[in-house]
């Protein structure tokens, strides 16, 4: 379950579904708050259907979606065009939408995407160096990470963000947004394959590697690093369909 530390999960945008939605906003009612963009609504189903809690099959309701976000079926169905766009809604003709299935091409192409960027990036941290600083709040996240414990979900954020660092430290900010768009599906199957994952200790002793090729400035042992990291998501992925054939 390869990496990275990034965004941390979205704040909770309406009632669970089966409670009673907040109340758009009104002039001079106070404590009201205004009904969630088609950007919020999109990033709260986005992480859900990543971290599994929307898993592959559900049925989403734009009716029911805009009861528990408060809000119109405009955005809700904005958000809903945007997932379809990433390949996490699947639109049926006569029976709706629903949450993708996993398939393992596009797993491929997001883990293959994922490292022949990653290791350019890595490569070009290395030529250049990390500043004293960036270097230090890399060697914070590896601590951040090592007190993440069992907590799954906390680590893959810190794992995320450990990796957009070298590209933010060197400039190349877009590049991650690229591999964060393109990394969906991968990352579908990191939480997926939570219990049997590579233990985070040697995780860590992975990153560690990668920042450690960086701070000597050896390109070579950086690519060496990410490769590295990258294959455990090989080592989890081809039995996954057995053992979860509903959701393939």
């Known amino acids: 379950m390869p990496d990275d530390m990034a965004s941390s999960p979205p704040p909770a945008l309406g009632p669970a579904p089966g409670t009673a939605p907040t109340s758009p906003s009104r002039p001079g009612v106070l404590g009201s708050s205004p009904p969630p963009t088609t950007r919020a609504i999109y990033a709260a189903l986005r992480r859900e259907i990543v971290t599994l809690a929307l898993m592959p099959g559900t049925k989403l309701s734009e009716n029911e979606l805009s009861l528990r976000f408060g809000t119109s079926r405009g955005p809700v169905r904005e958000a809903l065009i945007r997932l379809g766009e990433d390949g996490l809604i699947e639109v049926l003709p006569q029976r709706g939408s629903f949450v993708g299935r996993l398939s393992l091409p596009a797993i491929e192409r997001a883990r293959f995407v994922r490292e022949a960027l990653e290791i350019a990036v890595v490569r070009r941290a ?47 900010g877009g590049v991650w947004a690229i591999i964060e768009r393109e990394k969906t599906q991968f990352d579908r199957i990191r939480f997926l394959s939570l219990p049997a994952a590579t233990p985070i200790d040697v995780l860590i002793d992975q990153h560690r590697a990668i920042l450690r090729a960086v701070l000597d400035r050896d390109p070579a042992a950086g690519e060496r690093a990410v490769r590295d990291h990258m294959a455990e998501v090989l080592k989890i992925v081809s039995d996954l369909p057995t053992r979860h054939p509903d959701l393939f």
């Open 126 to 172: 290395a030529e250049l160096g990390l500043s004293p600083g960036q270097g230090r709040r890399a060697e914070a996240s590896l601590d951040a990470q090592g007190e993440a414990g069992i907590d799954a979900e906390h680590f893959i954020d810190l794992d995320d963000a450990f990796h957009a660092g070298f590209a933010e430290g060197i400039g190349l």
